[in-house]
């Protein structure tokens, strides 16, 4: 899995650091940092509950990579 993050997507909400602080962290002002691009397997479930609920639709997840 690889994660890729529109950052100007990203209304701040902070949904994917709660469901996924290994793989999220956020900005002072809110915007998401992505702290592994490619997470290992036991935190995929994780990462596309964050893509899935992300109000910005700013993560996008590569299943192929």
Do not use: N, W, Y
């Amino acid at each position: 899995m690889r994660v890729l993050i529109d950052e100007s997507k990203c209304c701040g909400a902070g949904q994917c650091v709660m469901i996924a602080p290994r793989v999220f962290d956020q900005r002072d002002d809110g915007i998401v940092i992505l702290l592994d691009a490619a997470p290992p397997t036991e935190l995929h479930a994780a990462v596309r509950e964050a893509a899935c609920v992300c109000p910005g639709a700013a993560i996008a997840l590569d299943e192929g990579a």
